[in-house]
């Protein structure tokens, strides 16, 4: 009733451009006074209406020019607050009219203006108050008793005062925790240290941090342990195997990394009259993982495996992950396999998912399986991989033509710049190279494409509720941004506009591959489109150019992979389509809103700690002279990438002899010489900085 009541004085409230009368409003929903007063109490407080006329009148909040923002950046005399509105700039607000608001609160913001130098507001309440606890790196004034300050990580753009013995026995140059409070009566915020995790100069303290401040678990419960310890314990037994597809003879294999421990992936492939037939086996996971348990509440919360250069947080307790569902080589697992049926040119004809029993032949290695295809590996390889050599060459042929036909419909080729950090014995980065990508990781992953759609074309042709990886087309404004770039880079921009096909993207990404513009084309391609997500609608992958694609290979390190495991399960075992569809409704709405959301954190959580990791490599390489190329361009000046994919910062305000001009787009020009520097353009420049734990480098050119 409380949300049906909330919905209907909303609707009442909408398409009324003056604030209603609240006994007209009360006489038109046709309540007594306290269910009126309920729900406008309710709606206030989210900042969804507001009183006006001595409380005499209410309105929706944005007619009467009130809207929702979420604090994000705070200086020591203002801030700015990002609106919920589509569209709308951040609001500049003085900090004597902020409230005591601080990062990550919601807020409802009034008094908007608009100046030239942007908007301006006042924070009329805090709707929701943001986390208290933040991270940060201590600094101490000079002498014995110089003060401690803090300064943060994110969020506040100053040093933050210690409260009197609040430092918990921090030296200056530690990493800390601390907690954050407002005292209304300095109008002043203050910091109070609650954990010290180490030396802010250490990229694994810094990734501690990081771990901490985002909210990732690292640690199961011992209910999720024991429920682990007991399910990885149970024997495969004959009744089950009877239950399932014996698959144990076939010649079915791994491909993955030398480190890899959570083997979840397996294929067969065998080449036919009139086509082929391709196995992408896959643990399965949700045999173990069943609805409801401990295993599975907790890996819905932590949503998938996080990996960072020392370590990898997994989803699921490694008895799960590493043991029982791990498919190694010589041992029967248990797996659900998608088998399909293609013709001679690739294209999917036919498919079936089944429950299956397995043997691994040969735990395969991408360095190895390259090996054996470019025609490098010794007899000691051929030897490992005798049991599925003529695989390996046919699986090869076949992802040459999938390959060939994802180009064809316009599939994005993408360079996404992918960092290997090689680290020490105590966890120092000592080497970093961009990872390279050999035929046998083409070779899975169109295999692991080619899986993944049919898992989708058959829960949407079931109608069952399900859980879709859609990736949407890129909104008109970045679309005209990417053409601005392209142009001053020389490139054909007349497709990119509303509309534009996947084809168009990729031919541009082609043209740029034969220029010094290949990289930053093919980055800015990458913000251009919108982020992939999940959703329970079959809404197409615009990355991919498929209308239909989920994600079903990878249940031991990605839960929406678990939700359709399970959700598939019941259909292939005949469960009644409405029985399905009454349990997994909510179910699956549930799993693709929380995947989204745990996804856009462990990519946050992943991307800061590289660069710690980087700025912890170039730490040891100060002074030295490199060439690179600018990648980008600021008004303040220029990012420089290495060979290695490091990018650093060249600041072009520090010379007080120039004054270079940013043209917006891909140049910046000295006015008083004429010098300019453009996007591609080759540099030579001297590392003269790094800050491991701002992730940050900084060179001058040379």
């Known amino acids: 009733m409380k949300q049906e009541d909330n919905e209907k004085l909303l609707t009442l409230l909408q398409g009324q451009e003056e604030p209603m009368d609240c006994l007209e409003l009360m006489r038109l929903a046709g309540w007594e006074p306290q269910r009126f007063n309920n729900a406008v109490a309710y709606l206030e407080s989210k900042g969804e209406i507001v009183s006006v006329v001595r409380r005499k009148k209410i309105a929706l909040a944005e007619t009467a020019g009130y809207y929702k923002a979420t604090i994000v950046r705070q200086n020591r005399w203002f801030l700015f607050a990002h609106p919920f509105a589509e569209g709308m700039e951040d609001v500049f607000i003085h900090a004597s009219v902020s409230k005591g608001a601080m990062p990550g609160d919601v807020v409802l913001l009034k008094r908007i203006e608009e100046s030239e130098k942007g908007l301006s507001g006042e924070v009329d309440k805090i709707l929701e108050k943001g986390s208290r606890i933040i991270t940060g790196v201590i600094e101490r004034e000079k002498g014995k008793k110089g003060k401690a300050y803090v300064l943060p990580d994110t969020g506040f753009a100053y040093h933050l005062s210690i409260v009197p013995g609040g430092e918990l026995k921090s030296k200056d140059g530690d990493k800390v925790k601390v907690v954050v409070s407002y005292h209304p009566k300095e109008k002043k915020v203050y910091a109070r240290v609650i954990h010290i995790y180490g030396r802010a100069d250490s990229a694994k303290i810094c990734s501690d941090a990081i771990i901490d401040a985002a909210g990732i678990p690292t640690k199961f419960s011992v209910p999720v342990k024991h429920e682990a310890a007991l399910k990885a314990a149970e024997p495969i037994t004959e009744q089950e195997i009877a239950r399932r597809l014996d698959l144990r003879d076939e010649p079915i294999f791994t491909i993955d990394g030398a480190d890899a421990k959570d083997l979840d992936d397996a294929i067969s492939v065998k080449k036919t009259e009139k086509g082929w037939e391709l196995g992408v086996h896959i643990a399965d996971v949700s045999h173990y993982v069943t609805m409801g348990s401990q295993l599975d509440l907790s890996a819905m919360d932590r949503g998938t495996s996080v990996y960072f250069a020392d370590r990898v947080i997994p989803m699921l307790p490694i008895e799960i992950s590493n043991g029982c569902c791990s498919l190694n080589a010589g041992t029967p697992k248990l797996t659900f396999s998608a088998l399909i049926t293609l013709d001679e040119k690739a294209e999917i004809v ?212 678990t939700s359709i495991h399970r959700i598939l399960t019941d259909l292939v075992s005949g469960e009644p389509i409405d029985r399905i569809q009454q349990r997994y409704e909510a179910f699956a709405q549930e799993s693709a809103k929380i995947s989204s959301d745990r996804e856009l954190r462990a990519m946050r959580a992943e991307r800061d700690a590289e660069k710690c990791y980087a700025a912890e490599y170039m730490t040891s390489h100060i002074g030295e002279v490199h060439e690179g190329v600018v990648t980008g361009i600021t008004n303040k000046g220029l990012f420089v990438g290495l060979s290695n994919g490091i990018e650093g910062f060249v600041s072009l305000m520090d010379d007080e002899h120039t004054f270079f001009e940013f043209d917006g787009t891909a140049t910046t020009t000295d006015r008083r010489t004429g010098k300019s520097y453009a996007i591609g353009d080759s540099v030579t420049i001297k590392v003269m900085a790094a800050s491991v734990p701002m992730g940050t480098v900084d060179f001058a050119l040379t």
Do not use: W
């Open 350 to 561: 036919d498919y079936r998912f089944e429950k299956s029993v397995i043997i691994s032949k040969v735990r395969g290695v991408y360095s190895e399986v390259n090996a054996i295809l470019d025609g490098s590996a010794d007899d000691a390889l051929k030897e490992k991989y005798a049991p599925v050599l003529s695989e390996i060459f046919v699986a090869e042929e076949l992802a040459e033509l999938l390959k060939a036909k994802a180009k064809q419909r316009g599939e994005l080729e993408l360079e996404t710049g992918e960092l290997r950090f090689v680290l020490d014995e105590n966890g120092v980065c000592i080497d970093v190279a961009e990872r390279e990508r050999g035929l046998a990781e083409e070779l899975i992953e169109q295999f692991m494409i080619t899986a993944n759609r049919a898992a989708a074309l058959y829960a949407k042709s079931a109608l069952i509720p399900f859980v879709y990886r859609v990736h949407e087309a890129p909104e008109e404004d970045r679309l005209e941004s990417l053409a601005e770039l392209a142009a001053a880079c020389g490139l054909t921009t007349r497709r990119l506009k509303a509309g534009v096909h996947q084809t168009d993207l990729s031919e541009l990404i082609q043209r740029a591959k034969e220029t010094k513009y290949a990289r930053l084309i093919s980055a800015q391609v990458l913000r251009t489109m919108a982020k992939a997500r999940y959703d329970t609608r079959p809404l197409g992958h615009f990355g991919l150019s498929l209308a239909d694609y989920c994600h079903f290979t990878s249940p031991i390190r990605r839960y929406p992979d």
